[in-house]
């Protein structure tokens, strides 16, 4: 705790007056243009990613950045979906973004199910669809470990589960709504994006990024970046 308490000292002093203009802003309300879905792991940081200020991201995080798919009455765990909801249809936001990482321990207890962690197990468990993917389909890119490819193929699953919240699925269908898978290369310190070009997750930086029509684009000039309809969950 004490390098919490350090930190509070120094947003206090540092931080905390470069953003009083910004906070006062913000008071009156959040408007921001993407929803952010991560792991809850302390080495993936949205905001640094993304080079997001306050007010820019709205962000979910649970072990292995899940998207539990909606069953109405049923569904397994409805804080995801209440904020999914809410950021669809309250706040209207633009974009949706998946994000895994590399070394993830829900990816690995999802290989190896870890027989004292009862909650982990139960919270897991809808998950245990996109091991059946990597399973039947393969990895996305072998040269990951497994527990790496599992997490890649997870949190591209996850956008399949997306499009089950009706509110989802009409936004993204009126082209109001993308949704993207990234995944955090912890080693590398890069953030990467799937390609439906590429059929994988490659640099974020080339898959996000609109391609410009007299600029040769990675993987042969296609359109790169994920929408949902097109998603093949692999
Ligand atoms: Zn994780």
């Not at 292995?64 to 904020?83: F, I, M, Q, W, Y």
Request: charged share 25%; glycine share 8%; hydrophobic share 40%.
């Amino acid at each position: 705790m004490r390098s919490v308490i350090e930190g509070i000292k120094r947003y206090e002093k540092l931080h905390r007056p470069r953003y009083t203009e910004r906070f006062a802003t913000l008071a009156s309300g959040q408007h921001p243009q993407a929803m952010f879905i991560g792991c809850a792991d302390s080495r993936l940081v949205p905001n640094l990613l993304a080079s997001a200020e306050p007010g820019e991201l709205f962000v979910v995080r649970n072990v292995a950045n899940l998207v539990p798919p909606n069953e109405g009455d049923r569904t397994a765990e409805p804080s995801v979906a209440a904020a999914v909801e809410y950021a669809v249809e309250v706040l209207r936001i633009a974009d949706i973004i998946v994000c895994g990482h590399s070394g993830c321990g829900g990816a690995r207890a999802l290989l190896e199910p870890p027989p004292s962690l009862e909650a982990v197990r139960r919270w897991l468990a809808p998950a245990s669809a996109s091991v059946e993917l990597w399973r039947t389909r393969g990895p996305l890119d072998p040269s990951y470990a497994e527990h790496d490819q599992l997490s890649q193929v997870t949190t591209l699953h996850q956008l399949e589960n997306l499009l089950t919240y009706p509110c989802v699925r009409d936004r993204v269908e009126r082209g109001e709504l993308r949704l993207h898978a990234c995944w955090f290369d912890i080693p590398a310190g890069r953030l990467l994006a799937y390609s439906e070009t590429a059929g994988r997750f490659i640099p974020a930086v080339d898959a996000l990024e609109p391609p410009e029509p007299s600029r040769p684009v990675h993987g042969g000039g296609r359109r790169v970046g994920v929408e949902a309809p097109q998603v093949d969950a692999r």
